[in-house]
């Protein structure tokens, strides 16, 4: 039996033990990455092939005449044609959860960041600052703590639930968000009220037709001049145009972002060629500690495994096209 991984450089740096998915399933034939063109021959013959963002579209799912099962190496699967898997009996399963503890201490890097100024005290120190300072703590920038504040979570899931679960130990006030345009549920609050009373919103809702540009101008106009505007999720939940000239007129105090519109970017991003001062970005890495890397390969290999011995497993689609 035949597995392929598809695009491993885009989960490992040689730091992953795969020794789990070589015990359920061998020989493993592991790419760096796979184009759209080098995919419909490199799966051809395999019965496992697993992709963390390497398109798995209907022509090289036609191709693969052996092919049983689908594992995407992410939470998302849009980048497979669960159609054309459905129509050829093939199951496709993602892996969940496995980033939580990652995503939530980057959520916490990102809101410390903003509020204890680190970025900007970091340079004064490297500029010679403190060498020159006065006094021995050089107050050139404000500082605020985090206990206190009114963090609002859009999203509440695993992720928001966790967020919700660090931030109430730093003595954080939270709002969870109802869906926008809904009547709020128990224990929920209507979403305007949390976009204006927060102190800090975070976003971690999934990216639907309904949740796309959830934040945009008007939302900007709701909050606090105060606030900040954390997203881990997906770049596409924030109207990009709206956030810059939110940030540059100084609507709120600032904003940290680890995804933006179109991972990797190009040269011409516009909110990497206008990033005003009062923004944080990171390359997507909220997920990518090694722990949580090992996790999302260990969890492949259970999903493998349990596909193979008829027992339950993170599946996306059945033959019959299905949702799970």
């Not at 996790?295 to 349990?306: E, G, S, V, Y």
């Amino acid at each position: 039996m035949r597995a392929v991984f598809l695009d491993f450089g885009s989960v490992s740096r040689e730091d992953l033990d795969c020794a789990a998915l070589n015990q359920v399933i061998s020989p493993w034939q592991y790419y760096y990455d796979s184009s759209d063109q080098e995919i419909v021959q490199r799966i051809c013959d395999a019965e496992i092939v697993v992709s963390n963002k390497a398109s798995l579209a209907r022509p090289a799912i036609e191709a693969a005449v052996r092919l049983k099962l689908i594992c995407v190496a992410a939470t998302g699967y849009n980048n497979v044609d669960l159609v054309a898997a459905a129509e050829h009996g093939i199951a496709v399963c993602n892996v969940r959860d496995y980033a939580t503890p990652s995503v939530v201490q980057h959520v916490f890097l990102l809101m410390l960041s903003l509020v204890r100024r680190f970025i900007d005290y970091h340079e004064l120190v490297s500029r010679g600052g403190w060498q020159s300072s006065q006094f021995f703590c050089p107050m050139d920038f404000p500082i605020q703590e985090l206990s206190g504040k009114t963090l609002g979570i859009v999203g509440y899931g695993v992720l928001g639930k966790a967020v919700a679960q660090v931030a109430q130990a730093f003595g954080m006030n939270v709002l969870i968000a109802e869906h926008k345009d809904k009547t709020p549920r128990l224990g929920r609050v209507a979403f305007d009220e949390v976009i204006g009373r927060s102190d800090f919103i975070t976003l971690h809702c999934p990216l639907s037709p309904d949740t796309q540009y959830l934040i945009g101008q008007r939302e900007f106009a709701l909050m606090k001049a105060s606030a900040y505007l954390i997203n881990t999720a997906r770049g596409e939940l924030i109207n990009e145009i709206d956030l810059l000239q939110c940030l540059s007129s100084k609507r709120i105090a600032g904003a940290a972002i680890d995804v933006i519109q179109g991972e990797p970017p190009n040269q011409d991003s516009l909110i990497l060629r206008h990033q005003p001062n009062n923004l944080i970005i990171t390359p997507h890495i909220a997920w990518a500690s090694q722990e949580s890397r090992q996790r999302l390969i260990n969890q492949l290999a259970d999903n493998i495994r349990n596909f193979f011995q008829h027992k339950p497993f993170s599946q996306i689609t059945d033959a019959l096209g299905k949702s799970h």
